[in-house]
């Protein structure tokens, strides 16, 4: 395919099959295909054929079969632009300079020009033989008959007319104005245009490959080799044999094979690659491992779980790759628009040949005009609009860990007004943590907490391991217990040992102080009632027969989601809280990022969060959803928009929209930003692309712009979409200390 005219006749070919849906993108010239029982891939293959067109299937390394053939292309194409411009300048030199216009330059001209035309724009009349011979008009027939026809035009006025008469001389001109030139040539114009695409289609195939290159560039970041582990013996075997199962050893400094379970071994591993955090996290035995990511000190023994096309920077491979074979609502209008444009300018030119004709200008004038239609016309620029401000868009994101599945979410960021945050895992961190310790009259705050935190210590409850943590971060080293038992639903008790004396402590609620005759005192039950009323849980402590204080513990806040919150105000959403927490704890949430408490949708089970999204959008809001869990799987695929946090769940992230590999609410702000600032790019490509061409085109017609001019000024259009589309990759996000629009 040469443009997105090859591309719409390739995807109304295969979608004519019954059963077939195709959609077919110019870009990174892939067809993605669903089709029934009844179709075959070799039929599919065949029908691309019979439109012109020659089809592989994949192969089974997925992507990484593409990789190798950009770049012989590109070169290829580099080659023949190389010659040709050589060969081009000294005819374009002589036709501007007069003095270099010497006795008979117009014959060294077509020496020079002729193989230009015929070899450097070889691609284009293939393409545009291979369509007439299938009904079809394409931006290469413009292309082709333009080149073509001042190539012929040249060859009649050296042959038959006077241009080819020793001394024959003519001035260059920006503009052409109406007069008698049958004693001119334009070889100048036919090898200068030539030049020129080639130029511009260099640059393009060249873009595209930049522009897919983050695509590959997480396709290179897995390890290439991993060591195995047979008992005890280590060999070395490539990636690609690593099964589901084996044991492989991570030494310090080397990338993790494939995901898998620790087995032995601590260290710290550097997730920079999927989180963009720099500093590593800490790691153990029975911590999950992801490939690709660098393991920073210690040895580890991993058992892979995942391998190939399962593990997670496949499936992040995979997404890019997706979003970027998807096709927007502004594609589509682009590729139709495109579909008539050619035989519309066709029908242009030849009535700009005959009105200058009929108005007296002469044949050379009508014929100039004529060819700066064709050539003006050529709708590259339209073509690239899309494809590659989504690739780069896309390709970006992914380096920042913004996974966008597919190029319709662009449309849903630009009208979200409503973005709704599950609590749990996405505003909060999703795991209990010490929030503060109540000490009664006269009592040691440090001495409530040690005792806590030893009784706890020994308890696998998600509040004891909270305090516990806690009780170290704070007290130190814990005392050892004794006796320890668990009251079920009410708390633990035991015997703490230490100082060559064993003290009998209950931690739980109060009803089990009150069992011992430990009842709270009045500021005691009012420092309860206050912690709950926050959104936390309190855990009465009490020992010798007094109740001695309290221990605090919540999910705690993430320290960016106020900020992230605030930023979501900043464009322009209205942010709501939905959990199926209790009310207090969610307004006390709400309260700490800024969320209004008329915005807080508390007590909610899976299904009624679905139905809150429905009743916001019946409302009219176009709502975009946060969630991380299992049971926000359905609002995010309700939602206009569905965002997953990447720390989350396999099946929130399947059911959303967009993923956000960072467990940082702030990533949702960039996510949006970039969503809309790529949307932004690909509205303002197309219409630079519709625009040029509507103005250019009169120009044409009344003949104010020559062959040459009209050709440079093309490849100039498509030059400037694919360089607008990379000014992508500068995009920043906020939480990396870039300041940039917000993508409106």
């Known amino acids: 395919m040469t443009c997105a005219s090859c591309a719409g006749r390739v995807e109304r070919k295969l979608n004519k099959i019954d059963g077939v849906t195709a959609s077919v993108n110019y870009a ?165 245009v030539t030049t020129f695409i080639l130029a511009g289609r260099w640059f393009e195939k060249r873009s595209k490959r930049q522009a897919g290159a983050a695509l590959r560039a997480l396709l290179e970041m897995g390890a290439k080799e991993v060591t195995v582990l047979d008992g005890t013996t280590e060999r ?46 800490e790691v153990g035995v029975g911590d999950e491992v992801v490939g690709a990511t660098v393991n920073a000190e210690g040895r580890l023994v991993v058992r892979a779980t995942r391998v190939g096309s399962d593990t997670q920077l496949a499936q992040m491979a995979r997404m890019v790759e997706d979003a970027q074979n998807g096709k927007a609502e502004a594609q589509r209008l682009a590729d139709r628009i495109s579909g008539i444009f050619v035989p519309i300018v066709l ?31 050529c709708p590259c620029a339209l073509g690239l609009a899309t494809p590659t401000a989504l690739m780069v868009g896309t390709g970006r994101g992914a380096q920042l860990g913004i996974l966008i599945k597919g190029p319709e979410v662009l449309e849903s960021t630009r009208t979200v007004d409503t973005v709704v945050l599950d609590k749990t895992g996405t505003v909060t961190t999703g795991s209990m943590t010490l929030r503060e310790v109540v000490a009664a009259e006269g009592e040691d705050e440090a001495e409530v907490l040690r005792m806590a935190g030893a009784l706890e210590a020994a308890s696998e409850h998600p509040i004891a391991r909270a305090i516990a943590s806690g009780s170290r971060e704070r007290v130190g080293d814990l005392p050892a217990v004794d ?35 430990m009842p709270l005192d009045p500021a005691l039950q009012e420092a309860m009632t206050r912690a709950q009323r926050g959104g936390g849980t309190a855990v009465a402590v009490g020992w010798d027969g007094v109740a001695r204080g309290i221990v605090v513990v919540a999910d705690a806040i993430k320290d960016t989601s106020a900020q992230a919150v605030a930023e979501l105000r900043g464009l322009g959403l209205r942010p709501i809280l939905l959990t199926g927490d209790n009310e207090v704890v969610a307004r006390a949430v709400a309260d700490e990022v800024g969320i209004d408490p008329a915005d807080v949708i508390a007590d909610v089970m899976p299904a009624d969060k679905v139905a809150e999204i429905e009743r916001l959008q019946g409302e009219g809001a176009v709502v975009a959803m946060v969630g991380d869990g299992v ?114």
């Open 28 to 192: 990174t010239e892939k067809a993605k295909v669903s089709y029934g029982s009844g179709v075959t891939p070799d039929q599919l293959v065949e029908t691309v054929e019979h439109a012109g067109y020659g089809a592989v299937l994949p192969t089974p390394e997925g992507a990484k079969g593409e990789a190798p053939t950009a770049p012989d292309e590109v070169d290829l194409l580099r080659q023949r632009l190389i010659v040709s411009a050589v060969l081009t300048v000294p005819v374009i030199a002589m036709a501007m300079i007069p003095p270099l216009q010497f006795t008979n330059w117009q014959w060294l001209s077509l020496t020079l020009a002729a193989p230009v035309v015929v070899w450097g724009a070889l691609p284009f009349h293939k393409a545009a033989w291979t369509n007439l011979k299938h009904g079809a008009t394409t931006m290469d027939t413009l292309v082709s008959m333009g080149t073509l026809a001042a190539l012929s035009w040249s060859l009649y006025a050296l042959f038959f007319g006077t241009a080819g008469e020793p001394g024959m001389t003519h001035p260059f001109e920006l503009t052409v104005a109406p007069g008698d030139g049958s004693g001119n040539i334009y070889l100048e114009a036919a090898a200068g």
């Open 236 to 281: 070395t075997i490539p990636v690609e044999d690593l099964a589901a199962g084996m044991h492989f050893v991570v030494r310090p400094g080397e990338k993790v094979a494939t995901d898998g379970i620790i087995e032995h071994g601590n260290s710290a591993v550097d997730t920079s690659m999927l989180t963009g955090e720099s500093v590593p996290v």
């Open 347 to 377: 029908v242009l030119s030849l009535l700009t040949l005959l009105g200058w004709l009929v108005a007296g200008a002469g044949p050379s004038m009508a014929f100039t005009a004529a060819v700066a239609v064709l050539i003006i016309a």
């Open 483 to 517: 006796g320890f038992a668990n009251v079920e639903g009410l708390g633990v008790q035991g015997t703490v040992l230490g100082d060559g004396q064993s003290t009998s402590v209950i931690v739980g609620r109060p009803a089990l102080l009150a069992d011992w005759s």
């Open 631 to 744: 049971n926000d799987a359905a609002a995010l695929a309700t939602a206009d928009l569905g965002l997953a946090m990447g720390t989350g769940t396999d099946v929130a992230i399947e059911a959303s929209d967009l993923t956000l590999v960072r467990g940082d609410l702030r990533a949702a702000v960039d996510a949006i930003r970039l969503a809309r600032r790529t949307l932004g790019t690909i509205k303002g490509n197309l219409f630079w692309a519709f625009a040029y061409n509507v103005a250019a085109i009169p120009l044409a017609m009344a003949g104010m712009l020559n062959p040459m001019v009209a050709g440079a000024a093309m490849a100039f259009s498509s030059v400037f979409v694919v360089s607008n589309s990379l000014r992508l990759r500068g995009f920043r996000p906020h939480y990396a200390g870039g300041h940039g629009d917000d993508g409106r």
